[in-house]
């Protein structure tokens, strides 16, 4: 192959965008390594970023939280405003929650049966109420229902919150172009990272976590109303104008009726990430399900931990395959004799509840619990290393650690000094944007080391890279199978369905159980969170890619092999950098919370300023940086993607 | 009914420049380069009398949905005067002009626009209810249109469990409910069959025989227009190149553009043995011994009883004078495709 110069603008104009680009891309990368290297020679005494340059944002805010638990009594900021609204939403999540605790346990039973048998047939009615029975057997009955009414009312508040921004952002240009960049970066960043501003003003509790929650959730059910109401055949819009319909009319008549499904589908992501995020409130001391799980980790209780991370996997499941059923207009099974049933149930449940039948029966209950613990520890004797054979968890989890993470963090936070992990930075950014994106990556990256994160940032990083490479090495080939073959796809898609509703904080058990604590267990963990996105948005590539594309490469002799790396790939291109982005923000996230676990890195540093009170400084600091490098891997992944798209029609 | 004069619509910034670009004669192409802005419709006027059939027949990019969208304002006109029932539709402020769709104009659309999540009735229907028209009143006159175009027994189905045929039949109910006497149809048969298209062609035909409402009707199917109007308008870049019957469209095309439409027009159903006849004066025989046609049957009406004799067939008038003969010759030479296509079409099949 000969290799055309890489400034040069004569070689610019010649046709062939798809090996020039690969050939400028090595060029770039081989000259960014030798410069690195060269520069990390000269430049090797400069060492770590240094200590008297940090800004200090530490105390300050420790100072303030200070201030705030000083004044909290006496302030106007808190007795005019603070307080009566903590006071009305406290009020609400417990109203709410004494609401569920009086209704017989029953009566869910056969809510859920009934609400799954209407939306999606008999055999999920059955699911439901097993389901729904599963948190009577396990006794954890009344934690499930408190976090089942902080979950309803964060979610409540969404609703009435998200649907009027997304009406009128579909109803008006201007306030789109505003709300969207808004909802992107909510949805940017790992969801706990909202907890800690919060724990400033409110302390722990529950209002901090229901403020969280909403803002974490709120954007899918914006973003679904918007597009809703805006994606509608317009034919029907001018059809409603021609009868003489307002403007009020329409709306209600015709774009909400019509917006239906897609506005549920978007409540139902809602609910599934504040379902994820009230679980990870637990570490500011919100109970329910999610305190049980988190305590039972820290005291490695492992077979605790699985029966209270089942039961909010439950909790998931039942809810997504009913509201994505509700979501569906066609999918409605007996309306006439679930509606009979769902009439005979009033009574009895005012009844129940009257009678005060509201605990599960004592007799029928029954834990697991010790049954995970001995297999675990079986498990940790027996697969640690598996006949002493070298292959097992151990060796793997040190195969890992030693052979990538810990190199690749030395590489990062020692090797190359720190202005020369910025230059590098914002050279990728020039050559993938210009000068802007680099500017801003520049600075993202010094407002770290400023804040005194480097050294637990480059940590982070470099887990987030090896699970990102793990990620992507399993999904892209198996999404290339499922685009491939619909028997494989159609076999791995509950598996995937299944992976996506658990909750981030509740994929922790599992691996704990094969891993024990570090930082590996993390990576594994980051690795199922992101596998479905990564396998969905290959597949999704790969089956966009036209039919009629397939069939020419077909058609000139292209064996499979040739039209999947000369044809399909290439076009798939930039969806798959769209998988490589959702990775990459799905493992951030994931490493974060894995600081639980011992994972280190940034996701420690906040987990323990969330745990007491007097770091709150540093835990902001540790936040700020967590969102910093969101913002950065965010923009690089998107930069690529763009580059790689086919240019599109002429103008 | 209807009197447009001057209407302009210009899509883009530059709109003055444009009009004024256009006023003085530069092409749509020119002002598109020169200015970025796209003239759409140009200058139009026409005017449309009560119970009239009204066609705009245009090729798509001719303005011709631009035009009937700005009549309904659907889309605001850059300049010009519409007048609809009385109504200066301009001028018309939001509530005027929802006065004007609710009770005396309605549309039919060219994808039915007819609403999924509501049964056929409720479709039917919706133009009274917005009016605020009673529950069983308005359901009533809806099942009463659902049966006029023959759709009785599908009033509770949803409009996707229908063929394409009858969800159009549920758009032509749709608008005819609220009772209005101008309709637009917006190509409303060009997504159905051939087949369909005919039979949907027949109804609005039978329909307007005995609604006689004012029609405004789009389509770029030239046959579809010799069929249904009353009077034809050819559209081409945003302008009517030519408005007339269809006899005088097909018999003196305006110009190159027209006749090229009216080559394949089918003849032997718009001409009639007015065209073709030779004036009495002429015809030296005995008018007497031959059989009568009437002035204004069409060829196609006549053309087996001419075959059927070697000789002529006796013209009458509307009085029942004799005005005239008609020869199989005279038959021959209206309907053969004009000369200069024939010598035009020969050297195509001479080459290799």
């Known amino acids: 192959m000969t290799v055309a110069p890489a400034a040069d603008g004569a070689t610019r104009s010649a046709p062939g965008w798809p090996q020039s680009t690969l050939a400028r891309v090595g060029i770039w990368v081989a000259v960014g390594v030798a410069l690195t290297w060269v520069a990390s020679r000269l430049l090797g005494s400069v060492g770590e970023f240094p200590q008297s340059w940090d800004v200090g944002l530490a105390e300050p805010i420790s100072d303030a939280r200070g201030w705030l638990i000083d004044n909290q009594r006496t302030h106007w900021l808190y007795t005019a405003i603070l307080d009566p609204f903590s006071d009305v939403t406290e009020g609400a999540i417990e109203a709410l929650e004494s609401t569920l605790l009086w209704i017989p346990w029953y009566s869910y039973v056969g809510i859920a049966g009934l609400g799954l048998w209407w939306t999606r047939g008999r055999a999920a009615g059955l699911l439901g109420v097993a389901g729904a029975s599963y948190f009577g057997v396990l006794d954890v009955w009344e934690q499930g229902l408190s976090t089942l009414s902080l979950m309803g009312v964060a979610v409540t508040c969404a609703v009435v919150i998200g649907v009027p921004i997304g009406v009128w952002s579909s109803r008006s240009d201007r306030v789109q172009r505003v709300a969207r960049p808004v909802l992107d970066a909510m949805q940017t960043f790992p969801g706990f990272v909202y907890l800690i501003p919060f724990t400033l003003l409110f302390s722990f509790g529950p209002v901090t976590s229901l403020l969280a929650t909403l803002i974490f959730a709120l954007p899918p059910i914006v973003r679904a109303t918007d597009l809703g109401i805006r994606n509608l055949p317009p034919g029907l819009i001018d059809a409603a104008a021609m009868s003489g319909a307002t403007e009020r009319q329409t709306l209600i008549k015709v774009r909400f009726p019509l917006a239906r499904p897609a506005i549920l589908v978007g409540l139902n992501q809602t609910i599934n990430m504040a379902l994820s995020l009230v679980v990870i409130a637990a570490l500011i001391g919100a109970g329910g399900l999610g305190g049980s799980v988190l305590r039972a980790l820290q005291t490695l209780q492992v077979g605790a931990a699985a029966e209270s991370g089942l039961a909010i996997v439950v909790m998931a499941i039942l809810l997504d395959r009913f509201f994505s059923g509700l979501a569906d207009p066609t999918s409605r099974h007996d309306p006439a004799r679930v509606k009979l049933l769902a009439i005979a149930m009033i009574p009895a449940t005012l009844v129940g509840g009257i009678l005060g039948w509201t605990t599960f029966p004592s007799q029928l209950t029954w834990s697991f619990a010790g049954g995970i613990d001995r297999a675990v520890e079986w498990a940790q004797v027996n697969l640690f290393d598996i006949a002493d054979s070298g292959i097992g968890t151990g060796p793997f989890s040190d195969f890992i650690t030693i052979r990538f993470i810990t190199p690749l963090r030395e590489l990062f936070a020692q090797d190359i000094p720190w202005p020369v992990m910025i230059g590098l930075v914002a050279a990728i950014g020039l050559a993938l944007s210009g000068w802007r994106l680099a500017a801003g990556l520049a600075a993202a990256l010094a407002a770290i080391g400023l804040l005194g994160m480097w050294e637990l940032s480059m940590d982070t990083v470099a887990q987030c890279i090896v699970a990102m490479a793990m990620t992507l090495m399993i999904g892209v080939p198996v999404g290339v199978l499922t685009a491939r073959y619909d028997r494989v796809r159609a076999a791995i898609r509950p598996i995937l369905d299944f992976l996506q509703t658990i909750p981030s904080f509740v994929l922790l058990v599992p691996v704990i159980m094969l891993f024990n604590v570090g930082r590996v267990p993390g990576i594994m963990a980051a690795v199922l969170y992101a596998l479905p996105a990564a396998i969905h948005y290959t597949d999704l590539g790969l089956r966009g890619v036209p039919a009629a594309t397939r069939e020419a490469a077909t058609s000139f002799g292209a064996t499979g092999r040739q039209r999947l790396l000369k044809v399909d790939l290439p076009l798939a291109a930039p969806q798959i950098m769209v998988a490589v982005n959702q990775t990459i923000m799905l493992v951030l996230s994931m490493v974060v919370i894995a600081g639980l676990v011992g994972g280190g890195g940034l996701g420690l540093e906040t987990v323990r300023a969330l745990r007491r009170s007097d770091s709150v400084g540093t835990g902001f600091e540790a936040g700020i940086a967590i969102v910093l490098l969101a913002a950065i891997l965010d923009r690089v992944t998107r930069a690529i993607a763009d580059r790689l798209s086919p240019p599109s029609a002429a103008r | ?352």
């Open chain 2, 1 to 352: 009914m209807i009197e447009v004069s001057g209407l302009w619509k210009i899509f883009g910034d530059a709109s003055a420049k444009a009009h004024r670009m256009a006023s003085d004669g530069a092409s749509r192409a020119e002002i598109q380069e020169q200015t970025g802005a796209l003239v759409a419709v140009k200058d139009v006027s026409f005017s449309v009398a009560p119970g009239e059939t009204f066609v705009v027949m245009g090729l798509s990019g001719s303005g011709k949905s631009t035009l009937i969208r700005c009549l309904a304002r659907l889309i605001e006109p850059t300049s010009g005067d519409i007048s609809i029932c009385g109504a200066d539709v301009i001028a018309l402020s939001a509530d005027g002009l929802r006065d004007l769709r609710r009770h005396r104009l309605s549309m039919v659309f060219q994808h039915f626009g007819l609403f999924p999540h509501r049964t056929v009735v409720d479709n039917v229907a919706f133009g009274l209810e917005v009016r605020g028209v009673p529950r069983a009143d308005r359901r009533e006159r809806a099942l009463e249109l659902i049966g006029t175009v023959g759709l009785d027994g599908w009033a509770d189905h949803h409009p996707q469990q229908l063929s394409g045929g009858m969800q159009q039949r549920v758009g032509l109910a749709r608008a005819l409910a609220v009772d209005p006497d101008v309709l637009f149809f917006d190509e409303p048969f060009s997504a159905l069959d051939p087949l369909i298209r005919r039979d949907m062609q027949d109804e609005l035909i039978a329909l307007q025989l005995r609604m006689q409402r004012t029609l405004v009707f789009i389509t770029h199917d030239f046959s579809e227009a010799l069929r249904l109007a009353d009077r034809i308008a050819i559209m081409r870049d945003g302008e009517f190149v030519q408005v007339g019957t269809a006899v005088e469209i097909v018999t003196n095309p305006a110009d190159d553009y027209v006749a090229a439409f009216t080559q394949d027009a089918p003849k032997a159903k718009v001409l009639t043995a007015d065209h073709a006849m030779e004036p009495i004066e002429r015809f030296d025989g005995d008018v007497g011994s031959l059989a009568r046609v009437g002035r204004w049957t069409v060829l196609e009406d006549f053309i087996p009883r001419l075959l059927s004799t070697p000789d002529p067939l006796a013209v009458a008038g509307d009085d029942g004078e004799v005005i005239g003969v008609v020869s199989h010759a005279d038959v021959a030479r209206l309907l053969a495709p004009p000369a200069r296509a024939a010598a035009e079409a020969a050297p195509l099949e001479t080459r290799p």
